[in-house]
């Protein structure tokens, strides 16, 4: 049992018990409820987390998102023993063909496809489904590379599934502006530019510093949403 005060003088008793296990079935209609939805009678639900839950997925034909991250795997694997190859690893043949697109099937393959479904999981909250052609769209441009297509259908692909992340990742910043979205917004764009810098110079090396530019700020636009749960000083603040 604890007790405490409120500064008007209320006193507050919470008693904590481990019988009966409480699930979310044992919550009121009022609690279920978004907290501005209580707070603030006919105000608009708040936008989803980015990090979206997975009943997003679960939600949807279990069969989309399911293809899409087998898509996302084999482009995995093949770019990790491709990258093997590169290290004269003996692999199967398949891989050590693939030695030279490594780069192009772990970021815009593997880590686009998963990204890409990850975001359009969270505009699925708004019932946009759009967005997942991102996703479908980086899949198959891993699968296409694989299998000796034109690399002009894949640089489409890649071209295509960065711009739907783009837009995707803007219309987020637009719907709730955070310094977390906008920098998301801006990996997604960095994403982008190195495939169509790929495609037009036709070298994979020149896109290298874009798809860093794009995995370093996802990976600080997603710590920095994290931080949103946690006390920040203002000299951190300042410093990102």
């Known amino acids: 049992?604890?007790?405490?005060?409120?500064?008007?003088?209320?006193?507050?008793?919470?008693?904590?018990?481990?019988?009966?296990?409480?699930?979310?079935?044992?919550?009121?209609?009022?609690?279920?409820?978004?907290?501005?939805a209580r707070c603030h009678p006919g105000a608009a639900p708040p936008l989803r987390s980015l990090s979206a839950p997975m009943s997003q997925l679960q939600a949807m034909p279990h069969a989309l998102p399911r293809a899409l991250m087998l898509m996302g795997m084999i482009a995995l694997v093949t770019g990790v023993l491709a990258g093997l190859a590169r290290l004269a690893v003996g692999v199967p043949p398949f891989a050590a063909s693939q030695a030279g697109h490594h780069g192009a099937l772990m970021i815009a393959g593997f880590l686009g496809t998963v990204i890409a479904l990850e975001r359009a999981a969270a505009l699925a909250g708004g019932g946009l489904r759009w967005p997942f052609l991102g996703p479908l769209a980086a899949g198959l441009g891993g699968l296409f590379l694989l299998v000796d297509l034109p690399l002009a259908v894949v640089?489409?692909?890649?071209?295509?599934?960065?711009?739907?992340?783009?837009?995707?990742?803007?219309?987020?910043?637009?719907?709730?502006?955070?310094?977390?979205?906008?920098?998301?917004?801006?990996?997604?764009?960095?994403?982008?530019?190195?495939?169509?810098?790929?495609?037009?110079?036709?070298?994979?090396?020149?896109?290298?510093?874009?798809?860093?530019?794009?995995?370093?700020?996802?990976?600080?636009?997603?710590?920095?949403?994290?931080?949103?749960?946690?006390?920040?000083?203002?000299?951190?603040?300042?410093?990102?």
Do not use: C, K, Y
Not at 20 to 34: F, I, K
């Open 155 to 240: 640089h489409a692909l890649f071209a295509l599934a960065g711009l739907i992340l783009t837009i995707g990742s803007t219309l987020l910043f637009f719907r709730q502006p955070a310094a977390h979205l906008a920098t998301l917004a801006l990996g997604a764009a960095a994403w982008l530019g190195g495939t169509l810098v790929w495609w037009i110079h036709g070298s994979l090396p020149d896109a290298v510093p874009w798809w860093i530019d794009f995995l370093l700020l996802t990976i600080a636009g997603e710590r920095l949403e994290l931080t949103r749960f946690l006390p920040t000083s203002r000299t951190a603040r300042r410093l990102f």
């Open 1 to 36: 049992m604890l007790t405490a005060n409120t500064p008007t003088g209320t006193s507050i008793n919470v008693r904590l018990v481990w019988e009966p296990p409480w699930t979310p079935a044992r919550m009121t209609e009022a609690a279920r409820a978004p907290v501005p």
